[in-house]
């Protein structure tokens, strides 16, 4: 159920807050008003609330940002649109968004970021944020005009998952980014590599006859752009990261002093080439779903901080994409609404910490941004998630908000959710369920 009122005025009473910026985790009070954090403490703040919200056994932490979500409009409005997907992520405790070049048209001009933009503030409820272009159209050939994407908002430039004509383009891309202060976001598949397969090489591929896609695929990706990082300075994201290899590589160039960073996307960390099954087209995604060995050392890197995201790479779909044969089914997992309870599943399976989850979700991908989120400071912009850990409930494709149901943990039973979500102050999704 969702609250459009406007709340002048919040206090929470009793909840665990989740600060990762400061450290903190413990019980406190927390006033909002005129949509900034007006107080954390021990006691009571002097003064009157519109709302007081008892959030006795429930955490309290700043609102999520998710590094890559795709809403599917422009361009692909049968799928999804910004009014739907909203709502989705609302629903979800995420405050903010991050849209990827990749719409129809796609985000390689200021005019684009503008109409994008547009549709967001008419839509409202949530920050959105833009990734322009890296080459024109996305074309691997000649490069962006990232300096008025820059000025026209963009807080990042990629190539989504295009590929280059070649090594220069990508050096003078890194030279000319880093110029400007902007971080590159790389997905790291080496398309000759991939050479349009659909799922990770090895046995169960085999079996199926499904065309592969090696590990070296991404490995030769992290390797080519960790050395133009060495001889530009530039910071390079790695987004969707899917191998204990690519982790290696990652955090050896992070121990080095490289500004590199990477995320995972929550599916990764749960699902693998083994749940392909008899061709379970639920869990085609991009890069592929990998073996166990991999997923563990992506659990891992998230544990250790060397994977600092954790995103939902929310690719939502219409039923008639997903039903053909696996290799012409289109990739993506709707994981909007999954990004947060699966996170509550590393924290049951102690794979994170309440705060840890707290960082891997608002305060890491933030910081990639460059973007003021992901902190619970006084007068910060009150973005914000109530979160019941111990409210389980069964994913039913009837009750996603999303307009795509694409996802494989569809009956699965997920620990706990978002109770209630504030974006700028005011609360924009509340459920009430017995306790």
Aim: proline share 7%; glycine share 10%.
């Amino acid at each position: 159920m969702s609250d459009r009122r406007p709340a002048p005025s919040l206090l929470f009473e009793g909840a665990r807050v989740l600060d990762p910026a400061s450290g903190f985790d413990g019980s406190a009070f927390v006033a909002v008003r005129d949509g900034r954090i007006e107080a954390v403490a021990a006691t009571r703040p002097a003064g009157s609330f519109d709302q007081t919200i008892d959030a006795r056994g429930q955490w309290l932490m700043p609102g999520i940002v998710d590094i890559a979500a795709r809403f599917r409009e422009p361009g692909a409005s049968h799928k999804a649109t910004f009014a739907s997907e909203t709502r989705a992520a609302q629903s979800a405790g995420i405050t903010a968004v991050t849209i990827p070049p990749d719409t129809r048209p796609p985000i390689a001009t200021p005019a684009m970021v503008d109409r994008i933009h547009g549709i967001a503030d008419r839509v409202g409820g949530l920050d959105v944020h833009l990734l322009g272009a890296l080459t024109q159209d996305l074309a691997g050939e000649s490069l962006a005009e990232m300096s008025a994407l820059r000025q026209a908002g963009c807080v990042g430039v990629s190539n989504a998952a295009s590929g280059l004509r070649d090594s220069l383009v990508g050096r003078r891309a890194l030279d000319y980014a880093h110029g400007l202060g902007l971080t590159v976001h790389v997905f790291a598949q080496n398309p000759a590599l991939a050479n349009r397969g659909c799922a990770h090489e090895g046995p169960i591929a085999t079996r199926l006859g499904l065309a592969p896609i090696p590990v070296a695929a991404e490995v030769s990706a992290i390797r080519f752009w960790i050395s133009l990082v060495e001889d530009t300075g530039a910071a390079v994201h790695f987004g969707r990261l899917s191998t204990a290899r690519g982790v290696e590589m990652v955090g050896a160039a992070q121990k080095i002093g490289l500004p590199v960073s990477a995320d995972v996307a929550a599916h990764q960390l749960f699902l693998t080439t083994d749940d392909i099954g008899s061709f379970n087209a639920m869990c085609h995604v991009l890069p592929p779903l990998r073996s166990a060995e991999d997923r563990d050392a992506l659990r891992a890197g998230v544990m250790h901080g060397l994977i600092g995201t954790i995103c939902s790479d929310h690719q939502p779909h219409e039923p008639d994409a997903k039903i053909n044969p696996f290799p012409l089914t289109e990739p993506g997992i709707s994981g909007l609404e999954t990004l947060l309870p699966l996170g509550l599943v590393l924290v049951e399976d102690r794979i994170l910490t309440p705060l840890q989850l707290a960082e891997r979700l608002s305060l890491g991908p933030a910081r990639v941004l460059g973007v003021a989120a992901g902190s619970m400071a006084v007068g910060q912009r009150a973005n914000l998630v109530l979160v019941d850990p111990a409210q389980p409930f069964e994913l039913r494709g009837d009750q996603m908000l999303s307009a795509g149901r694409n996802t494989p943990f569809l009956g699965r039973k997920l620990p706990g959710r978002a109770s209630l979500t504030v974006h700028a102050g005011t609360i924009v999704h509340r459920i009430q369920a017995p306790r």
